[in-house]
């Protein structure tokens, strides 16, 4: 996994700082893609606030509760026991944190 601002791959990654696999610079390079990502951004800070705590995340089609181990622009990951879930924050109808 490469990290462009850390440099100790040991350490956990802080909001807005992204770990990617070593084919994502070749697959962007490839693609070129030009995308926007709509933002909602009181409740994307609300999240951000929450990192390493555990909520309770409700999405269109379930309801998981884990612990919040990362926000990125357009998905959280929820980790749960060893499983990671990667979660379209545009399909987070709320979540149930502390603020």
Do not use: C
């Amino acid at each position: 996994m490469h990290s462009p601002r850390n440099q100790n791959h040991n350490l956990a990654v802080p909001p807005g700082q992204y770990k990617y696999s070593n084919h994502f610079p070749q697959v962007m390079q490839q693609l070129s893609p030009t995308y926007t990502v709509a933002t909602e951004p009181v409740f994307f800070d609300h999240l951000l606030m929450n990192v390493g705590k555990s909520i309770r995340v409700v999405t269109l089609n379930d309801t998981l509760e884990g612990t919040l181990s990362g926000v990125a622009i357009d998905h959280i990951q929820l980790t749960i026991g060893e499983e990671h879930y990667h979660i379209r924050i545009q399909h987070i109808s709320y979540f149930v944190g502390k603020p």
